[in-house]
Structures are given as C-alpha cells and as structure tokens.
C-alpha cells in the first residue's frame, strides 16, 4: 500500500526563518513520483515540483529546495527567508508509475507572520 | 495559456437531490482525474480518465457516483441521491501524459458542494 505522512499540522514562522516541511511515504514500488502541491487561501492547487525515484538529486528554485532521501523515504521542503505570501496548506503526494493517482498527505499550514 | 475550469464554483443541494459538476481541462491534455476533498484533509482520487474511457474508477465511494468524458475533452461528474456526506471540495486536474508514466497534474479551483 501507499501513503504520505505530513506529521507536522501547522507550522507558524515569522517573516525571513527559513522552515522546513517534513513528508514521509510509503510504497513497495520501485519506480514512483513524488510531488508538492501549494494549496492558497483561494483553495486551488499549485504545482511546486515533481521528482522520480531514480533522480536523488536536491533541487532548489529560487527561495525553494528539495531535500529527497530514499534511506529515509523523505522528501522534505524548505523554504529559506519565508514571505507572508508563502502562507499556505502544503500537500506532498506519491503516485507509484504506471498507476496515474495521486496519493496526498493530510497537508501542513504554514503561516507566515510578518 | 487557459487552465483547468470547473463550475460551478460553489454548489447547494439538498439531501436526495441530483447534482452535476463540470471540468474543462487544459486544451490537448488526454488525461484528466477527478478527487474529493474533506476539510482539513488532501485530496483523494475519484476517477482517471484516459481519452474517453475511464481508465480507473477505483476511487468512486459507490454507486451513486459516476463519470463521464464522451468527447475526450469536458468531462462531469454526477452524484445521484446525494448524502450531507457528500459535501466537500471536488476537484479536477488534467496532464498530457506524455510519458506513459505519471506526469504532472494540473488542478483546476474545485467545486464547493454543500449538501443540507
């Protein structure tokens, strides 16, 4: 079976801390895609990144980076000098290939205070 | 270019009675999902469409619920007998699939449906 686990509910910063966004999953696949979601106040879904299981590479983009570690099976998120705009509900998800649905986690609110 | 639309944005019924929600994908997208979310919780898979075939309906909670894509664009979901359980956020994405394997979805801004 499959699942995210996004132990942390909330997480409250204030501006310019850098935080960092935990995501744990399971799966039995060998080949599989993990993603993050930003989730606004306006409700819809934003893209952040997409990674296969093959590539542990870190990644950053821009004020984002990707921490991926399949010893540990986690792919966490941080922010570095957080704006109040980045407050959210961040979703990390896992979709096993071949198999197209998206596996969420029950999502971390960030709330960013200036 | 457009994103992925859906309408209504918000919906009231009332319990027993029949709704419809529409998704409008992202133009050329071939693949195209719907998911349910509860409040307080991510989304959970409904349905997956490949062209016009439901490629996988695993996530359907019953019966009540069922799916349609008949031109391989704009696809509904309708719920029949709808339950105060039903109430929550559906949301549609779409991706090209251009990989065969699991690319990129892209959501549109759900529909709120209400049931009293």
């Known amino acids: 079976a499959q699942k995210v686990t996004q132990a942390q509910t909330e997480i409250s910063v204030v501006e310019k801390e850098d935080v960092t966004l935990d995501c744990v999953y399971e799966?039995?696949?060998?080949?599989?895609?993990l993603f993050w979601y930003k989730q606004p106040p306006s409700g819809e879904l934003v893209f952040l990144i997409r990674?296969?299981?093959?590539?542990?590479q870190n990644e950053i983009s821009g004020r984002y980076s990707w921490n991926f570690q399949k010893s540990t099976s986690s792919f966490n998120f941080t922010i570095t000098a957080s704006q109040v705009v980045d407050s959210a509900v961040y979703f990390c998800?896992?979709?096993?290939?071949?198999?197209?649905?998206?596996?969420f986690g029950t999502g971390t609110r960030l709330q960013v205070f200036p | 270019g457009a994103g992925v639309s859906q309408t209504p944005s918000n919906k009231v019924t009332e319990k027993g009675k029949y709704v419809e929600l529409r998704c409008d994908p992202i133009?050329?997208?071939?693949?195209l999902y719907w998911y349910r979310q509860s409040l307080g919780q991510g989304p959970e898979f409904l349905i997956y469409?490949?062209?016009?075939?439901?490629?996988?309906d695993s996530g359907l909670p019953n019966d009540r619920f069922f799916a349609v894509r008949p031109e391989g664009s704009v696809s509904t979901l309708k719920i029949q007998r709808t339950e105060r359980g039903d109430s929550a956020v559906y949301l549609c994405?779409?991706?090209?699939?251009?990989?065969?394997?699991?690319?990129?979805?892209?959501f549109g801004p759900g529909t709120r449906l209400t049931v009293l």
């Open positions: 994405a779409s991706s090209p699939n251009l990989s065969g394997g699991t690319d990129t979805q892209y």
């Open positions: 799966t039995r696949d060998t080949t599989y895609y």
């Open positions: 998800a896992l979709s096993a290939f071949g198999t197209d649905k998206l596996i």
């Open positions: 133009s050329g997208h071939t693949a």
């Open positions: 469409f490949q062209g016009t075939g439901a490629a996988d």
């Open positions: 990674r296969n299981s093959f590539d542990e």
